[in-house]
Nanobody
Framework: QVRLVESGGGLVQPGGSLRLSCAGS????????GRWYRQAPGKQRELVAN???????KYADSVKGRFSISRDNAKNMVYLQMNSLKPEDTAVYYC??????????WGQGTQVTVSS
């Protein structure tokens, strides 16, 4: 059974940092890669960062240079380091693994609130 569990969200002031973690079980990030999505109130869920099995990464333009996705294969974890946070980064952040041809696994999400 596949399970993804996010942690690390919280309330942070603008300009601050947070590190989100995603623990995977029943599926290997080293094989399928991992993604972070976010969904703000009233908005569609958007892809924030992607790390492939090769280790290559890609970011949404809105977070480029501020966020960094990484992976620990031994622990089967994916991380999202978020720096220089802005109020518009406020959202529920979800960990995701896509398994070909067309199946997605999701975590329960973790709330990130950026506010003074």
């Amino acid at each position: 059974q596949v399970r993804l569990v996010e942690s690390g969200g919280g309330l942070v002031q603008p300009g601050g940092s947070l590190r989100l973690s995603c623990a995977g079980s029943g599926i290997a990030f080293s094989i399928y890669g991992g993604r972070w999505y976010r969904q703000a109130p009233g908005k569609q869920r958007e892809l924030v960062a992607n790390i492939w099995s090769t280790g290559n990464t890609k970011y949404a333009d809105s977070v480029k240079g501020r966020f960094s996705i990484s992976r620990d294969n031994a622990k089967n974890m994916v991380y999202l380091q978020m720096n220089s946070l802005k109020p518009e980064d406020t959202a529920v952040y979800y960990c995701n693994v896509a398994v070909p041809p067309n199946y997605d696994y999701w975590g329960q999400g973790t709330q990130v609130t950026v506010s003074s």
